[in-house]
């Protein structure tokens, strides 16, 4: 099989596949990042007449031939079809860049030495600087933001972070998702410790900066692309809420995730003027 189309319409490429079926031409779809669909042909010796085809199609792909294809085929297709699957890994890497399989799996490395034995060699050697011996180890002002100390921990955070954070990396660049990660993880820090010590760690400063600069983004610039869907808005901001009553005792760095929100959207806001100006 090949692939020989991507189209950002399933229906449309619904009723390609139909028009080919009709012509005893077989062709299968099968989802693509960015909820598009991409249409593969099954008989290599068929390529010739779906190229000519396809690209009768593109240019009008409402034409009622197709229409009348869809009607034809109806009763003899089947409801569902075989969509190549790329696999947990093709999937992740899809929807990520560089940045984000980095920053992943240096904080997959990490929470696998310290529940391996390595807990206090890491913690002691990656936490935020906790006295005045540590104060100009400067990499301590980022590096606690891999660290994680449960499972649960590590799985959220990382979830949130391949899904914000893959979608600046995708539709913006790894740049402005690696100053993302460092004016968070800096400031998050920082207002943690201020209020309530050095002992604390994980991306969900990070986190909380990426949820507001696409929140902001999709309020000041929705043009750019960089946009998120009210519901994890609703949901991340109920959530920093619940976390100042520390709900079934976690321990949870609220100040960071409050900081980290703040930046964010400090960050988006001025991306977006500047872009105005630009």
């Known amino acids: 099989m090949q692939k020989l189309a991507v189209l950002p319409n399933a229906r449309l490429a619904q009723a390609f596949v139909d028009y080919a079926a009709a ?10 990042p960015d909820a598009q669909v991409a249409i593969w042909l099954v008989n290599d010796n068929d390529k010739a007449w779906v190229d000519s085809e396809l690209e009768r199609f593109i240019a009008d792909p409402m034409h009622s031939r197709y229409q009348a294809a869809s009607w ?6 089947h409801a569902r079809f075989h969509y190549p699957s790329a696999g947990l890994w093709q999937t992740v890497k899809d929807k ?4 984000t399989l980095m920053v992943m799996s240096a904080s997959v490395v990490l929470f696998a030495l310290m529940t391996l034995g390595g ?4 913690v002691r050697s990656l936490l935020f600087p906790a006295d005045s011996e540590q104060r100009w ?3 301590r002002l980022f590096s606690h933001a891999l660290l994680h100390f449960s499972a649960l921990h590590i799985i959220f955070n990382l979830l949130w972070w391949w ?6 990396e995708r539709l913006g660049s790894s740049s402005k998702l690696v100053q993302i990660f460092l004016f968070a993880a800096l400031f998050s820090g920082l207002g943690q410790y201020w209020l309530e010590g050095p002992y604390f ?20 610039a929705p043009s750019r692309g960089l946009t998120v869907e009210k519901p994890y808005v609703v949901f991340m901001l109920a959530w920093l809420v619940i976390g100042f009553f520390q709900p079934m005792g976690m321990n949870i760095a609220n100040m960071a995730h409050l900081f980290g929100l703040i930046i964010g959207c400090l960050l988006a806001l001025w991306d977006a003027k500047r872009h105005s100006t630009g």
Do not use: D, K
Request: no cysteine; glycine share 14%; proline share 4%.
């Open 23 to 32: 012509h005893r031409v077989s062709l299968e779809l099968a989802p693509e």
């Open 72 to 77: 034809q085929v109806a009763e003899t297709r």
């Open 96 to 99: 990520s860049g560089p940045v």
């Open 119 to 122: 807990f206090e060699v890491v």
């Open 137 to 139: 180890q400067l990499w």
């Open 163 to 168: 899904v914000l954070g893959g979608r600046i």
């Open 201 to 220: 760690g994980g991306l969900s400063g990070v986190v909380y900066a990426l949820l507001g600069y696409l929140w902001w983004m999709t309020w000041l």
